[in-house]
């Protein structure tokens, strides 16, 4: 019913920017009440929340990320991006795509961020 394809990942130096993207093959009357976001799961570690923008059009960041990573969404596109600037070593993961509400949720494939130091 839905589903979520990234793009935009790839292999930064410290210090770069990288805008990722999720576009969601659904229908506009089933993704645009949704919730969607960003996870990242670094090797090793569990699955994190990075980012979310809420159906009300709130956001959440982890505090890791406050004042370098962005989060915004365009709804006639049915896309959420994440602008990430100044990365760091500790953003490297696998960032995947998150929309739900209430229960349902669906997640991309996920798209690889390499930060090197």
């Known amino acids: 019913q839905v589903r979520l394809v990234e793009s935009g990942g790839g292999l930064i130096q410290a210090g770069g920017s990288l805008r990722l993207s999720c576009a969601a093959n659904?229908?506009?009357?089933?993704?645009?009440?949704?919730?969607m976001g960003w996870y990242r799961q670094a090797p090793g570690k569990q699955r994190e929340l990075v980012a979310i923008?809420?159906?009300?059009?709130?956001?959440t960041y982890a505090d890791s990320v406050k004042g370098r990573f962005t989060i915004s969404r365009d709804y006639s596109r049915k896309r959420v991006l994440l602008q990430m600037n100044d990365l760091k070593a500790e953003d490297t993961g696998l960032y995947s795509c998150y929309a739900g509400r209430g229960g349902t949720n669906y997640w991309g494939a996920g798209t690889q961020v390499t930060v090197s130091s």
């Open positions: 923008f809420r159906s009300d059009r709130s956001t």
């Open positions: 659904a229908i506009t009357s089933v993704i645009n009440p949704l919730d």
